[in-house]
């Protein structure tokens, strides 16, 4: 019984370390100062910044294209199980794989003349 | 070799139909010269309504018995072909309305690609013969119409609309499928057919499922205390589309649920059907009550579309073979009078520049003599009055609740069809009996804008309604034809 429940434990373990990997090699490779910044040594003057903003803010464009981006991509994932299995499906599925491309290519071309893929 | 189901075209054509033209109207809309855009993407998502409307019929013609197709992942019968045929008729109705309705440019297609998108979603929907297939039906549809409501992103209420009818929408398919992987744990299948039997009928997970999967259907329905969301949803939308919310999504909604509840649910029919007969009271009271103190029509109607789930509910709440045809017949008339009534919004919304509203009504029915006439049918067939399919879809709805046992039921819808004359007879005292303000005067000068399709819309719409009156019979058949293919 409790045999059944090996693979979960493995792909268990799995999620959490390549999680955990991630977290620790942002750390580990980072660029930041080993030293304090000179800022923070700095006297606190109220009202006063004393330096450019430390947050970035991005344009609505990068989210435009990553929103596509996302969406094409997940799309596109769809293909490695049918394509795996394609010889025993046969025409059938060859079939439905070419519907389901074509709905891709209409939303695509939805998206490039609606310029969206525009960078400005 | 992995075995492929079979393909039974016939049952897909409606859908696909709608498919092909939300497809061609998106591609219009952007591969199109500017100037002919809207009268392209219109054509086609109108070639779809119409072609998916050809094939429900034949479709209906050729389904004697019922049974499932491709891999049991639809029915094929008269039922979901009726269904099919009401949503088209509806979308039919709504796409000429929607001709006129004022966008901006460079979005005047997109929204009949989403009008015929939500269609071919609702045809789906009603045809689903498994739990998976009518999930994927329920978020075709509902997607396209939260885009649908939220397009004419500059009106801020446009914008309230799609984001209430989003969360709220969104919120009510995450109860439904919940429900259905509930009833799935309990049963190990989500073939509609297999689960009857699968497990005792007293099974808390079952039970669980069922109560989940019905709160789903009736946010869908707009039923009371899930109503929340319409009053808003529909006057922020376009009117055309609250027109096609009202008389469609609902229809869509309340057939589904009939046909999960009385082929999947059998051996609770005594839990959904006390369900029903509450939700129905609930709808009653709360749509009646809160639409007598309304002042704007849409709003108005709005609560006038709660209080008709709560009649339509009636159905349900029969479980009867009498109710199933009662349903299916009522929600003729009823979709072409949500329709027209929100047309004629539509086009006193278009004059005035404004939203329409019992105040600024007075005077419509001498100005436009035809579309007060029009604007009275259809109050007169919501409330059930004879000459109009209200009357005989509401006679034949409480007949059917009465033939089951529920008389207390029937005298609350009778209580409840009082209270609506107050506001229903509001309107067609609006329309003749106020003084027109005299700025209003002024504007009688102008040549009136005449849309012809909107006026086609009204008077197709005005046939439908008084002609079910007229042609009982021939509707009755269709629907007793369709009604025998559910177990009840």
């Given at each position: 019984?409790?045999?059944?429940?090996l693979?979960?434990?493995?792909?268990?373990?799995?999620?959490?370390?390549?999680?955990g990997?991630?977290?620790f090699?942002?750390?580990?490779?980072?660029t930041?100062?080993?030293?304090?910044?000179?800022?923070?040594?700095?006297?606190?003057?109220?009202?006063v910044?004393?330096?450019?903003?430390?947050?970035?803010r991005?344009?609505?464009?990068?989210y435009?294209?990553?929103?596509?981006?996302?969406?094409?991509?997940?799309?596109?994932v769809?293909l490695?199980?049918l394509?795996i299995?394609?010889?025993k499906?046969?025409?059938?599925?060859f079939?439905?794989?070419?519907?389901?491309?074509g709905?891709l290519a209409?939303?695509y071309?939805?998206?490039?003349r609606?310029?969206?893929?525009?960078?400005? | 070799?992995i075995?492929?189901p079979?393909?039974?075209?016939?049952?897909?054509?409606p859908?696909?139909?709608?498919l092909?033209?939300?497809?061609?109207?998106?591609?219009?809309a952007?591969?199109?010269?500017?100037r002919?855009?809207?009268?392209?993407?219109?054509f086609?998502?109108?070639?779809?309504?119409?072609?998916?409307?050809?094939?429900?019929?034949?479709?209906?013609?050729?389904?004697?018995?019922s049974?499932?197709v491709?891999?049991?992942a639809?029915?094929r019968?008269?039922?979901?072909?009726?269904?099919?045929?009401?949503?088209?008729?509806v979308?039919?109705?709504?796409?000429?309305?929607y001709?006129g309705?004022?966008?901006t440019?460079?979005?005047?297609?997109?929204?009949?690609?989403?009008?015929?998108?939500?269609?071919?979603?609702?045809?789906?929907?009603?045809?689903?013969?498994?739990?998976?297939?009518l999930?994927?039906?329920?978020?075709?549809?509902?997607?396209?119409?939260?885009?649908?409501?939220?397009l004419?992103?500059?009106?801020?209420?446009?914008?309230?609309?799609?984001?209430?009818?989003?969360?709220?929408?969104?919120?009510?398919?995450?109860?439904?499928?919940?429900?259905?992987?509930?009833v799935?744990?309990?049963?190990?299948?989500?073939?509609?057919?297999q689960?009857?039997g699968?497990?005792?009928?007293?099974?808390?997970?079952?039970?669980?499922?069922?109560?989940?999967?019905?709160?789903?259907?009736?946010?869908?329905?707009?039923a009371?205390?899930f109503?929340?969301?319409?009053?808003d949803?529909y006057?922020?939308?376009?009117t055309?589309?609250s027109?096609?919310?009202?008389?469609?999504?609902?229809?869509?909604?309340?057939?589904?649920a009939?046909?999960?509840?009385?082929?999947?649910?059998?051996?609770?029919?005594?839990?959904?059907?006390?369900?029903?007969?509450?939700?129905?009271?609930?709808s009653l009271?709360?749509?009646?009550l809160?639409?007598l103190?309304?002042?704007?029509?849409?709003?108005?109607?709005?609560?006038?579309?709660?209080?008709h789930?709560?009649?339509?509910?009636?159905?349900?709440?029969?479980?009867?073979?009498?109710g199933?045809?009662?349903l299916?017949?009522?929600?003729?008339?009823?979709?072409?009078?949500?329709?027209?009534v929100?047309?004629?919004?539509?086009?006193?919304e278009r004059e005035?520049?404004?939203p329409?509203?019992?105040d600024?009504?007075?005077g419509?029915?001498?100005?436009?003599?035809?579309?007060?006439?029009?604007?009275?049918i259809?109050m007169?067939?919501?409330?059930?009055?004879?000459?109009?399919?209200?009357?005989?879809g509401?006679?034949?709805?409480?007949?059917a609740a009465?033939?089951?046992?529920?008389?207390?039921?029937l005298?609350?819808?009778?209580?409840?069809?009082?209270?609506?004359?107050?506001?229903?007879l509001?309107?067609?005292?609006a329309?003749?009996m106020?003084?027109?303000?005299?700025?209003?005067?002024?504007?009688?000068?102008?040549?009136?804008?005449?849309?012809?399709?909107?006026?086609?819309?009204?008077f197709?719409?005005v046939?439908?309604?008084?002609?079910s009156?007229?042609?009982?019979?021939?509707?009755?058949?269709?629907?007793?034809?369709a009604?025998s293919?559910l177990?009840?």
């Amino acid at each position: 019984m409790l045999r059944n429940w090996l693979p979960f434990l493995i792909y268990g373990l799995f999620a959490s370390g390549i999680t955990g990997l991630m977290l620790f090699i942002s750390f580990a490779l980072s660029t930041r100062a080993r030293t304090k910044p000179a800022q923070q040594g700095l006297p606190f003057e109220s009202g006063v910044s004393t330096g450019a903003p430390t947050r970035q803010r991005f344009t609505i464009g990068f989210y435009l294209t990553a929103m596509l981006f996302i969406l094409f991509d997940i799309e596109i994932v769809f293909l490695y199980p049918l394509a795996i299995v394609l010889d025993k499906l046969a025409w059938f599925g060859f079939s439905e794989l070419v519907v389901f491309v074509g709905l891709l290519a209409v939303a695509y071309v939805y998206v490039w003349r609606k310029g969206a893929l525009e960078w400005e | 070799m992995i075995r492929t189901p079979a393909i039974d075209w016939l049952t897909l054509a409606p859908s696909l139909a709608l498919l092909a033209a939300t497809i061609a109207s998106l591609m219009a809309a952007v591969l199109v010269p500017e100037r002919r855009r809207r009268n392209v993407s219109w054509f086609f998502c109108l070639a779809g309504y119409a072609g998916a409307f050809a094939a429900a019929a034949i479709l209906f013609d050729r389904s004697p018995h019922s049974r499932g197709v491709i891999a049991n992942a639809l029915f094929r019968d008269r039922y979901g072909a009726l269904a099919a045929m009401i949503v088209a008729g509806v979308g039919l109705l709504t796409t000429l309305v929607y001709y006129g309705e004022r966008s901006t440019v460079d979005r005047v297609g997109e929204r009949f690609a989403l009008l015929a998108s939500a269609g071919g979603g609702m045809i789906l929907f009603a045809q689903s013969a498994n739990l998976l297939t009518l999930f994927l039906g329920l978020e075709w549809l509902s997607i396209s119409l939260y885009v649908l409501c939220a397009l004419e992103r500059e009106r801020p209420e446009a914008i309230e609309a799609g984001f209430k009818y989003l969360i709220v929408g969104g919120f009510s398919s995450a109860i439904l499928v919940f429900g259905a992987a509930f009833v799935y744990g309990a049963t190990g299948t989500l073939n509609l057919a297999q689960i009857a039997g699968k497990a005792p009928s007293g099974d808390l997970f079952l039970i669980t499922g069922l109560a989940m999967i019905l709160v789903g259907f009736a946010f869908k329905a707009s039923a009371a205390p899930f109503h929340t969301w319409t009053p808003d949803v529909y006057q922020g939308a376009a009117t055309p589309v609250s027109g096609f919310m009202a008389g469609a999504t609902k229809a869509v909604a309340l057939l589904v649920a009939l046909r999960v509840l009385s082929v999947s649910f059998s051996a609770q029919e005594h839990l959904w059907t006390s369900a029903a007969a509450a939700l129905a009271v609930t709808s009653l009271v709360v749509g009646n009550l809160a639409a007598l103190a309304q002042r704007d029509l849409k709003r108005m109607l709005a609560y006038s579309s709660i209080s008709h789930a709560g009649f339509l509910l009636f159905a349900i709440t029969a479980a009867s073979s009498l109710g199933t045809r009662a349903l299916l017949y009522y929600l003729i008339p009823y979709g072409a009078a949500s329709v027209g009534v929100f047309a004629l919004a539509a086009l006193h919304e278009r004059e005035l520049g404004e939203p329409a509203t019992l105040d600024n009504l007075a005077g419509f029915g001498w100005r436009r003599p035809l579309s007060g006439i029009a604007l009275w049918i259809f109050m007169l067939s919501f409330a059930g009055f004879p000459l109009t399919g209200g009357f005989v879809g509401k006679v034949y709805l409480f007949a059917a609740a009465y033939r089951s046992g529920w008389t207390w039921l029937l005298i609350v819808g009778a209580v409840a069809t009082l209270v609506s004359l107050g506001y229903y007879l509001a309107v067609v005292r609006a329309i003749y009996m106020r003084p027109e303000p005299g700025e209003k005067a002024a504007a009688k000068e102008e040549p009136p804008l005449l849309d012809r399709m909107l006026s086609t819309a009204v008077f197709a719409a005005v046939i439908v309604t008084v002609g079910s009156f007229f042609a009982v019979q021939p509707l009755i058949d269709l629907a007793k034809h369709a009604a025998s293919q559910l177990p009840l």
